[in-house]
Nanobody
Framework: QLQASGGGLVQTGGSLRISCAASGLTLDYYAIGWFRQAPGKEREGVSVISFSDGSTYYSESVKGRFTIYRDNGKNTVYLQMNSLKPEDTAVYFC?????????????????WGQGTLVTVSS
């Protein structure tokens, strides 16, 4: 089970950190991804990290602004979001997939959390 948390309301240019805590899953054997879905839009990949080798993926729209990192001891993945823009507003979901699935494509990610809402005001 994956539990996403930390969403909220932030102004343009602000920062927010969201968390994905796992229970019943040992994240050492997975890639963990953050995906987001805005109203009326398809779900898109934001960032992914593989626990096996630490390799990462970032979408072009967040590269340089967002950082994904893991805390093995807490079995948790974080997404630090800086320089937030109104277009970052969405529900953010975390998901677990095979360790080689370091891609923004949500297909193949088997376990999904419930989502946390991030709203960036202009």
């Amino acid at each position: 089970q994956l539990q996403a948390s930390g969403g909220g309301l932030v102004q343009t240019g602000g920062s927010l950190r969201i968390s994905c805590a796992a229970s019943g899953l040992t994240l050492d054997y997975y890639a963990i991804g953050w995906f987001r879905q805005a109203p009326g839009k398809e779900r898109e990949g934001v960032s992914v990290i593989s626990f096996s080798d630490g390799s990462t993926y970032y979408s072009e729209s967040v590269k340089g602004r967002f950082t994904i990192y893991r805390d093995n001891g807490k079995n948790t993945v974080y997404l630090q979001m800086n320089s937030l823009k109104p277009e970052d507003t969405a529900v953010y979901f975390c998901a677990a997939g095979p360790p080689f699935m370091v891609t923004g494509n949500p297909e193949g990610f088997d376990y999904w959390g419930q989502g946390t809402l991030v709203t960036v005001s202009s």
